[in-house]
């Protein structure tokens, strides 16, 4: 379960991130994953929780965001939304097509809480 490692990075990012702002709270913190990425949302989410249980940060919540299969077509420049794993362009059936989204797993966002203010977001903290 490669889940458990991918949450302890995002731990690590936060921890790496709160750095910069010293005294926050992680509130929230924000992750792009892709349809591809391999990447079983419910069992990171569990190891996540798992992970902050009985911590002091066990109220920090993690936002996964599933990004969609997306490619172009170098034929005709159509960018689409791959369904049903049909790589070929739907505008002119071309086959020859580049992944442009859904492989990635990225760090998007995190809301820290300062002196009681809430929901000051950190974008693509890492």
């Not at 969609?68 to 097509?97: H, L």
């Not at 809480?113 to 693509?124: I, L, Y």
Request: aromatic share 6%.
């Amino acid at each position: 379960m490669h889940e458990l490692s991918i949450a302890e990075s995002i731990l690590d990012a936060v921890r790496k991130e709160l750095v910069n702002h010293p005294g926050a709270r992680p509130m929230r913190v924000g992750l792009r994953i892709g349809e591809l990425a391999a990447v079983n949302v419910d069992s990171l989410s569990f190891c996540f929780e798992a992970m902050l249980k009985g911590t002091d940060w066990e109220s920090l919540q993690l936002d996964a965001r599933v990004c969609p299969q997306r490619r172009v077509c170098k034929d005709c420049g159509n960018e689409f939304a791959v369904a049903e794993y049909n790589a070929c362009c739907p505008a002119c059936a071309g086959s020859s097509t580049t992944l442009t989204s859904g492989d990635e797993l990225d760090f998007d966002y995190l809301e820290v809480e300062t002196d009681g203010t809430p929901a000051v977001e950190v974008k693509g903290a890492e």
